[in-house]
């Protein structure tokens, strides 16, 4: 089961992370010159398993080999690099390609066994030979025993030297060369337990301003800090929080009010945040309310009990700018997924299925209707599949091409050559 996906910055390679603690990397094929409409499609590049079960003897707990989060680091040369964390251990890894060996050892036969001295009467030059490629991936660094709670984000930072990780009361500031220590600089974690009243839920560093990152919580808000302020940032810069309409207050606000996925745009100046039923854009420079929200899934308002009562409102969805952050992309359930354009304020609804998915197949726009006349292909919210979600999504940097994990199959779409999105 898919629990995370997330392209390189190039959109090259894109990584996806499962519940076995398995890591497959894709790369995309270049494009054909005979066939110039055939782009180039992702094919398997290299899996390996990044995390193993472990067991917390001191606290009886066992640690699950999930994989919570991918993040790619800024290629430097020729190797790539990512960082991939489970609740609480974070490892780098190096992925090298290799397609030449020496070969022509003085001391060494062709099995790799020493030869005996007595027996070497020349010497010889080793030289390099072609051979199969082959994808290497070693890890690096380990970055254990800086978290008490499960981490559920990572970030790194636009300074490419340090990287940030987050759990439910503490974010964490480390150094990609520094595995023994950590910064704390964010730590919500009252003197009392039972004074608790939120969590953090997500948190990001800003794209250009590498004393900048922002965290959402689960009662709806997201804090902006400065690390230039203080070392410790308990104390935000802003705070982003929309005031609850006494109209619509019922005993699930808090949930769906929660905050479970916060990206800043690649211009670095909106917040695309995520909440049960809707997805958010906050402007940096307003902080009373959002300039733009969009109705994910409002058709499951009349939903929220059942929901309750299956776990399904707690479910964590993800969401994604497109690379000139004028869409914005999240998933729902039934294997649907939501697209808003920002500019002409249209939106579509696209299922993301093997029946539908064949290639080079134009996928249908949906409607979900609720009671009343149907239309020949709307489907009911009452036959809505809950076990079907969308929840981790991601969006090319520079194209319009999106991953989509639906539970084990990882979608890959792109738009239509010489079209529009919709």
Same mark, same amino acid.
């Given at each position: ?31 054909? %010159?005979?066939?110039?409409? &055939? ?7 290299? $899996? ?7 067991? !917390? ?57 020493? %030869? !005996? ?10 030289v390099l030979k072609p051979m199969d490629l082959m994808v290497e991936v070693t890890p690096r660094r380990i970055f254990a025993n800086g978290h008490t709670y499960h981490v559920n984000s990572i970030s790194v930072n636009s300074d490419c030297e340090t990287y940030m990780s987050a759990d439910d009361?503490?974010? &964490? ?5 520094? $595995? #023994? ?7 919500? %974690? ?10 953090? *839920? ?8 590498? @004393? ?35 109209? &619509? ?23 695309? $945040?995520? #909440? ?8 940096? @420079? =307003?902080? $009373? ?20 009562? &299956? ?13 000139? !952050?004028?869409?914005?992309? *999240? ?7 939501? =697209?808003?354009?920002?500019?002409? /304020? ?17 996928? /249908? ?10 239309? %020949? ?10 076990? /079907?979600?969308?929840?981790?999504t991601a969006w090319h940097p520079t194209e319009n091409i999106i991953a989509i994990a639906a539970t084990n199959n990882l979608y890959i779409f792109q738009d239509k050559v010489n079209s529009e999105m919709h």
């Amino acid at each position: 089961i898919i629990s995370t996906v997330e392209f390189n910055h190039t959109g090259e390679l894109l990584a996806t992370g499962d519940k076995g603690g398995r890591v497959v990397i894709f790369q995309r094929e270049p494009e054909s %010159k005979n066939e110039p409409y &055939n782009q180039g499609e992702y094919n398997v590049y290299s $899996t390996f398993q990044s995390h193993e079960p472990e067991f !917390d003897y001191l606290k009886s707990l066992e640690i699950e080999e999930k994989i919570n989060k991918i993040k790619w680091l800024p290629q430097q040369n020729a190797a790539h690099s990512l960082l991939s964390t489970n609740d609480k251990t974070i490892k780098l890894w190096k992925i090298t390609e290799r397609d030449k060996r020496p070969e022509g050892y003085n001391l060494k036969d062709e099995e790799g066994k020493l %030869k !005996d001295l007595s027996t070497v009467t020349s010497l010889q030059v080793p030289v390099l030979k072609p051979m199969d490629l082959m994808v290497e991936v070693t890890p690096r660094r380990i970055f254990a025993n800086g978290h008490t709670y499960h981490v559920n984000s990572i970030s790194v930072n636009s300074d490419c030297e340090t990287y940030m990780s987050a759990d439910d009361l503490r974010i &964490n500031l480390w150094h990609l060369a520094i $595995t #023994d220590r950590s910064f704390n600089i964010v730590d919500i %974690k009252p003197a009392n337990m039972e004074d608790l009243t939120e969590v953090i *839920t997500a948190s990001e560093f800003h794209p250009h301003h590498c @004393n900048l990152f922002v965290y959402s919580s689960s009662k709806g808000s997201l804090r902006l800090c400065d690390m230039r302020a203080s070392a410790l940032c308990d104390k935000h810069s802003k705070l982003y929080e929309e005031p609850e309409d006494p109209s &619509n207050r019922s005993f699930f606000s808090e949930i769906i009010s929660s905050v479970s996925d916060v990206k800043f745009s690649h211009s670095g100046r909106y917040m695309l $945040t995520r #909440d049960y039923l809707t997805v958010k854009v906050w402007d940096l @420079n =307003m902080e $009373t309310k959002p300039v733009e929200t969009y109705q994910v899934h409002d058709y499951l308002r009349s939903k929220l009990c059942s929901l309750y009562e &299956n776990d399904c409102i707690f479910d964590k969805f993800e969401c994604a700018w497109n690379g000139s !952050d004028s869409v914005i992309m *999240t998933g729902a359930y039934n294997n649907f997924f939501r =697209m808003f354009d920002r500019n002409t /304020k249209r939106d579509v609804t696209l299922e993301a299925s093997r029946e539908s998915s064949k290639p080079r197949a134009i996928l /249908k726009p949906r409607r979900v209707c609720v009671g009343g006349k149907r239309r %020949k292909d709307d489907i009911s919210v009452d036959s809505l599949d809950f076990t /079907k979600k969308i929840l981790h999504t991601a969006w090319h940097p520079t194209e319009n091409i999106i991953a989509i994990a639906a539970t084990n199959n990882l979608y890959i779409f792109q738009d239509k050559v010489n079209s529009e999105m919709h």
